[in-house]
Structures are given as C-alpha cells and as structure tokens.
C-alpha cells in the first residue's frame, strides 16, 4: 500500500478545507505549504497590478520563499498538490515547493480550487519544477464542498 501526503497552499481558506477532508478520503498525512511572508488580503487583490498575486500572475520566474522545508517527501509513494487558481495557473510558491524537494519516482497528482477560472496550462507550468521521472496524474479543479466520500471514489480512481 502506497503512503499518500496532501500537500496544499492556501491563501484564503477555501483550499485547505478541501485539503482536510480529501486527507481524510485518501488516508493521507496533510501538509500546509506556507509563505516565509504571508499574504494580505491587499495582496490577493488580483485586480490591482501592484498587488503580490498580480505580480506573480505576470512574473512566473518569482519565487516565494517558503516558511520551511521540513517535507518529509521521501516518506512518500503519491502526493496530491493543492491550491487555489489564480488566472488559469497555481500561485508560483507551488513552482518552490515542488523546486525545494526531490520528486524523483513519485506520483504527483494537482487538484485546486478556483472561483472562476479552470486549470488551464497549470500542470504544463508546473512540471518542469520536478524531477523527469516524476509521475504526473491529470489534476482536477474540486470546487463546492466536495464529499469525503466523493472524494474517495476520486482517490479510488488512480488505483485501478
């Protein structure tokens, strides 16, 4: 049997309660990917150009530092990736976190949340921040309030 971590940012809330209960579905250990600086509500303002999320939005070279790398990622068979969209990519401090691990032979599957937006180009983006012999699984956008147990079925998905 595979050990799963959730790993997930999140800048308003939304994605981590996602992230709770798809931990619960998958039986997985949950991991918070947090921002050396975190953001402010002005900094989530995407309609002003000033704004941090605007800048990344516009800049996909930036990198957020992170709070820590304290990951165990090694422990890890899957590891499910979560975050909110912000125009049609993952905020960029997802590109750090999947920079500051080895992802060598692990099975990366994206999921986020978004108001508006789909997943668009997001996986294209963030592949090339891991390792070639990572394996990636199509990503699903999991808006509403998602059931564990639709969640599960979901999880179920990627055993078969």
Not at 20 to 28: D, F, G, Q, S
Not at 54 to 63: A, G
């Amino acid at each position: 049997m595979s050990r799963n971590l959730v790993a997930y940012f999140s800048a308003s809330g939304v994605t981590s309660e996602l992230a709770k209960t798809l931990a619960k579905a998958a039986n997985a250990d949950l991991y918070e990917i947090k921002p050396e600086i975190l953001y402010t509500k002005a900094d989530l303002d995407w309609r002003d150009s000033r704004s941090r999320s605007s800048i990344e939005m516009k800049d996909p070279s930036s990198r957020p530092a992170l709070a820590d790398k304290n990951a165990n990622i090694a422990a890890y068979d899957v590891i499910f990736v979560g975050f909110p969209i912000w125009w049609y990519v993952a905020p960029t401090i997802i590109n750090t976190f999947l920079e500051s691990y080895d992802f060598s032979g692990k099975t990366i599957i994206p999921f986020a949340t978004s108001g508006s937006s789909g997943l668009g180009k997001t996986k294209e983006k963030l592949q090339p921040s891991v390792s070639g012999t990572a394996i990636w699984k199509e990503g699903k956008l999991l808006n509403g309030k998602p059931s564990q147990d639709t969640l599960a079925r979901w999880v179920e998905s990627f055993q078969s």
